[in-house]
């Protein structure tokens, strides 16, 4: 099993690569770029390609996450000019980095009159950013934590943007289990039928990384609050134990991105790998 956490970069995408190997994690994730904006400015690329060898030759995998303000569903054109430029920008870093793909959430439902805009949107977006791409970094989707029935908290949502769009194999998919646990999408209780319904969609063959927190709220709150994976949260440890355990999902890092003040990520990543590692 491959667990590791989100790390800074404020020492450098070499930096962030030592921090990881400094915590005994296989994976990493990071920002590529100031996480609260989208400017976009020129980035160390000595450093970046340091960062990439250094994985290779210590065996780790890492993820680029987009910044913040980073939206599929821009509310205006200027907007999604500035996402646009951000996001190439993002896998242009995160492939200098020797990074797997940049993640980006699903978007949200803009357009209160049009339920189907909002997708369109999000693939303009997509179809634009990929023409521009040539690299092997893929953009990964991330399940969202809306309430139930809200976008971007189905596979079918996931599977069906990634067919549709122009570019389908430079897509692929991050799944956090907090936000499926607080959508509804995994209840908890769920997860072979969901394992079953992901196989058949055709899902889960293009699943790249898992986001691993527990949650602060219940199944079906719709909630984004990350929580420790042991003793705290609404998931419980059989319930995580059920996804650990999949055959199928034996290569696809963990990362973590739970609360530090508790427990350190150093602590969280040596408690996962005693017991699921
Ligand atoms: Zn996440």
Redesign the pocket.
């Known amino acids: 099993m491959i667990f590791g956490s989100h790390v800074s970069i404020k020492d450098g995408y070499l930096g962030a690569a030592k921090q990881a190997a400094s915590l005994n994690a296989g994976a990493f994730q990071y920002f590529p770029k100031n996480p609260r904006s989208l400017s976009v400015k020129s980035f160390d690329k000595e450093d970046a390609n340091m960062c990439k060898e250094y994985c290779t030759e210590k065996g780790i995998v890492s993820v680029a996450?987009t910044p913040y303000p980073t939206t599929l569903t821009p509310a205006d054109d200027k907007k999604k000019e500035q996402v646009i430029d951000s996001l190439l920008s993002d896998l242009e870093i995160a492939e200098a980095c020797g990074s797997l793909g940049v993640?980006v959430?699903f978007g949200k439902n803009i357009f209160r009159d049009d339920p189907l805009a909002s997708y369109r949107l999000m693939l303009e977006i997509l179809n634009y950013v990929l023409s521009q791409w040539e690299g092997n970094c893929k953009i990964l989707l991330?399940n969202m934590a809306g309430k139930p029935g809200t976008m971007g908290t189905t596979l079918e949502e996931l599977v069906q943007l990634r067919k549709l769009c122009d570019y389908p194999e430079k897509i692929g998919y991050?799944l956090?289990t907090?936000?499926a646990f607080a959508s509804g999408l995994w209840n908890g209780d769920n997860w072979k039928q969901l394992l079953h319904k992901g196989v058949e969609l055709g899902y889960f063959e293009h699943l790249v990384v898992f986001?691993l927190?527990n949650s602060k709220y219940d199944t079906g709150s719709g909630k984004?609050r990350?929580a420790n994976i042991f003793n705290a949260g609404y998931i419980k440890e059989e319930q995580f134990s059920q996804v650990m355990e999949s055959s199928l999902i034996e290569n696809i890092p963990f990362?973590l991105?739970t609360p530090k003040e508790k427990v350190s990520h150093e602590k969280e990543i040596q408690q996962l790998q005693k017991r699921w590692g």
């Open positions: 996450h993640v959430h991330e991050c956090d907090c936000h986001h927190n984004d990350h990362i991105e």
